[in-house]
Nanobody, 121 residues
Framework: QVQLVESGGDLVQAGGSLRLSCAAS????????MHWYRQAPGKQRELVAV???????NYTDSVKGRFTISRDNAKNTVYLQMNSLKPEDTAVYYC???????????????WGQGTLVTVSS
């Protein structure tokens, strides 16, 4: 069974920075894409950033130039460096990972429990 454990959420003032981490554990053969999503109060969950196993990244427009997604494949961990935070970045941030338990045979997709980021004005 694969689990994701997130950390790094906190209360920060506008203009500040935070770094979120998400570590995967379990009997994993490989992890393909890793994602960060967020859900603000009263809003739908939205994709924030994605990174492939090869390191290609993509971001939603509202965070481009401010957020950076990265991963450490040896540690099965994905990070989200968030700079120049704005009050509208306030949300619960979730990581998501998909990959293989057994090469070409058994696949997984798993979500973390979420970590709260609050940006005060």
């Amino acid at each position: 069974q694969v689990q994701l454990v997130e950390s790094g959420g906190d209360l920060v003032q506008a203009g500040g920075s935070l770094r979120l981490s998400c570590a995967a554990s379990g009997s994993i053969f490989s992890i393909n894409a890793m994602h960060w999503y967020r859900q603000a109060p009263g809003k739908q969950r939205e994709l924030v950033a994605v990174i492939t196993s090869g390191g290609k990244t993509n971001y939603t427009d509202s965070v481009k130039g401010r957020f950076t997604i990265s991963r450490d494949n040896a540690k099965n961990t994905v990070y989200l460096q968030m700079n120049s935070l704005k009050p509208e970045d306030t949300a619960v941030y979730y990581c998501n990972a998909e990959g293989e338990l057994v090469r070409g045979v058994e696949y997984f997709e798993v979500w973390g429990q979420g970590t709260l980021v609050t940006v005060s004005s």
